[in-house]
């Protein structure tokens, strides 16, 4: 596709329930990141993926949160036991390559809300 | 954790005002971005000044960086309503995790028309 897919943009869930998002990069993109965004702040760094593998998953804020990317191109975010704490825009991003000056190019988000 | 800091946290102009914000960050960078958010949806990436830059153009943008304060500057020129968004800067910090981006909370511009 033109950009970096992100689905489903919203997800309202119940706490202690399990949800997946999901991320389309931009083809041809190597290098694939996810960032949570809460309200009034900043995006914050979660993982990376060079390919296949994750290759920094030290945002990740507990064991409760992973992802995957098995072909080296969609990627999927998985929360177990959703907490309210969760609620958040999660966004995805890619790039042509993660070494380098490259540009970082974003999805549309999923807003997540646990109630 | 966040590096940068965006000042001011609001920002309320006019249509047709320059519009500046400010970027400090805290530790060594190989570039500094600057990134466009509407309504809290996608990030757009706006401008990349790497660390041996100075100043950087890009139409009616024009980045500063002053590594010896860590700060950099994010100037728009003749603003619309239409810039009206949250404006981030992010650090890729030098020492090895070169493909991850620390983000400051923004600065939310409104133009007025």
């Known amino acids: 596709g033109a950009g970096v897919s992100q689905t489903p943009s919203n997800k309202v869930t119940e706490k202690g329930k399990y949800v997946e998002l999901r991320c389309d990069p931009i083809?041809?993109?190597?290098?694939l990141y996810w960032y949570r965004q809460s309200l009034g702040q900043g995006p914050e760094f979660l993982i990376y993926?060079?390919?296949?593998?994750?290759?920094?998953d030290s945002g990740l804020p507990n064991d409760r949160f992973f992802a995957v990317r098995p072909e080296g191109s969609v990627s999927t975010l998985k929360i177990q036991r959703t907490e309210r704490g969760d609620s958040a825009v999660y966004l995805c991003a890619s790039s042509l390559s993660g070494l380098g000056v490259n540009t970082i190019y974003f999805g549309e988000g999923s807003w997540l809300t646990v109630v | 954790s966040q590096q940068g800091e965006e000042d001011p946290q609001a920002l309320s102009i006019q249509e047709g005002e320059n519009a500046t914000m400010n970027c400090s960050y805290k530790?060594?960078?190989?570039?500094l971005q600057w990134y466009r958010q509407n309504s809290g949806r996608g990030l757009v990436h706006l401008i990349l000044i790497r660390s041996n830059e100075r100043e950087k153009h890009s139409g009616r943008l024009r980045v500063t960086l002053d590594t010896s304060k860590k700060s950099s500057s994010l100037l728009i020129t003749a603003s619309r309503a239409a810039d009206t968004a949250s404006y981030f800067c992010a650090t890729e910090n030098s020492g090895g995790s070169n493909y991850k981006l620390t983000f400051g909370k923004g600065t939310l511009l409104t133009v007025n028309p």
């Open positions: 530790t060594s960078i190989n570039n």
């Open positions: 993926f060079q390919g296949t593998g994750a290759a920094d």
């Open positions: 083809s041809g993109h190597t290098a």
